[in-house]
């Protein structure tokens, strides 16, 4: 015993408390635990202590590989396992270790199967169950990269015939969420080792390597084998594969001057002087949650025109209701429950004016709206609403091709409508007629690629839910048609038919982003079956009724 070497487990974490305590019970019997958090803000530092882990508070600096080496420094072991918060050791590897520890090996690192699991089902094919040289001697590996880190191996390399478990997908969301991450950082690595690359190369990979991913997984790796929980998983790194190579070109690309400030200097300083006289009365309505940093510019854009401002906010964590009152008094705080029917409907009821604007924090009403609004409230030639043109920004650029560029229902009698729907795309019901506008509300929706994947991740998780529970199982063939056959109409809906291509790159990203967007939607629609249930997850033979996701908002009338 005496001849024994000593094991340490460094763990990486960040805001792992749902997971962490399994992990850390199964590595109790290791000689050490170290554990470098990236700043928790939830109870994981807590949790490792609990257990007997020495907790390196290190902020995160976009490497993993700097924190993998970080834990071998403060390791006082002789061999250190390096695993993370989403891994758990199974007895069988233990004994493994334990002989190997008894008896020292010649070898400078030792790789080991990693059994990863899909939403509880153990991947087998697909190419997820792989080695990882995770178990090394402190002395003579050290690691290097962002993302994927790859330790330099002084030595030489042994295998061992045991395995870890790996759960890194408690949910899809969480999966997207945790790739939405990585891929910023992997698209960070690749502008450092390649450089700026031009706009084709960068095409080029973002429609090889997607196809390729998808291929090698589903194909290649027989991801097919295991069935929808293999096609979900091969759509999924193929998707996330577009979204490194869309974040490359992002990094990459000229810098469009547009932006929802520039928009919003050049509303204030062409605004109307007053209001059209003889005009009938127009309250404009905002839903908020934290939009401290937008809300001023689209208030700034409707204040002295507006008759009156109502804020209706859900529950926001930064300044955002200190900047609305800087508008108006009427600001009232309701928790959304991600039903935005609800929230418009609580803004119509308290506004008082003839004609009701809603808007979001992050649209611009410009000069030109301005103007013809005001012709409309002094003559609304009899309609109840009127939609309007809906110029959306894309990374800074306006979308005139797409389907992105399309109308927008927001203006309407306030005694004459009401939402009726129950979640984030708003079904707006109108008795009467509804006419258009020509004139445009400006929409930037967000800045970053990692905005709007995170933006996309929670409203599809909303509206599959919602979905689910209106329509609740639906056949496996509906299933794999809406992620295999429908993104793909989508995309030549988009590119092709409504000539998004005319965008160039930007029009390229859209549509492929359109088309994983659908995917994600109804992968985790069946994430719900699989929720509900062994008879929800084999459901009956029978038709479902597909609900395109193309707008923000839709819309039903009735006749008056």
């Given amino acids: ?37 990236g700043m928790s803000t939830d109870r994981t530092a807590e949790i490792c202590r609990r257990f007997g882990a020495r907790v390196i508070a290190h902020p995160f600096e976009g490497s993993f590989a700097q924190e993998r080496n970080l834990g071998m420094e403060h390791a006082q072991g002789d061999w250190v396992l390096q695993i993370d918060a989403d891994d758990v050791v199974t007895s069988e590897f233990r004994a493994t270790v334990e002989r190997l520890m008894q008896h020292p090996p010649g070898h400078a690192a030792f790789k080991f199967r990693r059994k990863s ?81 031009e706009e084709a190369a960068i095409r080029r990979q973002l429609i090889r390597k997607t196809w390729k991913t998808w291929w090698k997984t589903y194909v290649k790796k027989q991801g097919w084998r295991e069935g929808l929980h293999g096609l979900v998983f091969s759509l999924f790194y193929a998707g996330i594969e577009a979204v490194k190579w869309a974040k490359c070109w992002e990094s990459c690309r000229q810098q469009p001057q547009a932006s929802a400030e520039n928009g919003a200097a050049t509303v204030l300083g062409a605004r109307p002087a007053a209001r059209a006289a003889g005009r009938r009365t127009l309250s404009v309505v905002l839903m908020t949650k934290n939009e401290e940093a937008r809300l001023a510019t689209c208030l700034d854009c409707v204040a002295g025109w507006a008759d009156e401002i109502v804020i209706i906010d859900d529950f926001s964590t930064d300044r955002t209701v200190g900047i609305a009152r800087r508008y108006t008094e009427k600001v009232y705080v309701f928790a959304s429950d991600d039903n935005h ?46 939609e309007m043109m809906r110029k959306n920004y894309f990374l800074g650029h306006p979308m005139r091709y797409g389907g992105w560029y399309h109308r927008h229902l927001v203006l309407f009698r306030r005694e004459r409508a009401r939402c ?18 020509e004139a445009e509300l400006e929409h930037y929706p967000f800045t970053s690629l990692e905005q709007f994947i995170r933006r996309q991740n929670h409203y599809t998780g909303v509206e599959a839910r919602n979905l689910f529970a209106l329509q609740g199982p639906v056949p496996a063939r509906e299933l794999v048609y809406q992620m295999t056959w ?75």
Wanted: aromatic residues 10%.
């Fill in 1 to 37: 015993m005496g001849d024994r070497l000593r094991l340490s487990v460094v763990i990486l974490t960040k805001n792992e408390e749902a997971r962490i305590a399994r992990c850390l019970e199964s590595v109790r019997w290791v000689d050490e635990i170290v554990v470098v958090d």
């Fill in 117 to 197: 699991y899909l939403l509880g089902r153990f991947m087998r094919y697909g190419g997820w169950d792989h080695y990882l040289p995770n178990l090394v001697r402190r002395d003579a590996v050290r690691y290097e990269g962002l993302v994927h880190e790859r330790p330099v191996i002084r030595g030489t390399l042994g295998v061992l015939e045991a395995s870890i478990e790996h759960h890194p997908c408690e949910s899809l969301g969480a999966f997207l969420d945790r790739h939405n991450r990585y891929t910023s950082l992997a698209a960070l690595e690749l502008r450092r080792t390649r450089g700026v690359l």
């Fill in 341 to 386: 029917d609800q929230q418009w409907n609580r803004g119509i009821e308290r506004a008082t004016s003839d004609w009701v604007l809603h808007i979001d924090a992050d649209e611009v009403v410009t000069p030109r709206l301005q103007t013809a609004i005001d012709r409309i409230l002094v003559d609304d030639q009899g309609h109840s609403a009127f």
């Fill in 420 to 437: 009726r729907g129950r979640g984030i795309h708003v079904r707006l019901q109108v008795e009467g007629t509804i006419g258009r506008l």
């Fill in 486 to 560: 429908r993104p793909m109409k989508l995309f030549w809906k988009s590119y092709v038919k409504q000539q998004g291509r005319r965008e160039g790159m930007y029009g390229l990203v859209f549509a492929l982003l359109y088309a994983f967007m659908h995917v994600i939607f109804w992968a985790k629609y069946w994430e719900q079956m699989l929720a509900a249930g062994p008879q929800a997850a084999c459901a009956g033979d029978r038709e479902a009724v597909p609900e395109e996701l193309s707008r923000d908002v839709t819309y039903e009338t009735t006749t008056g």
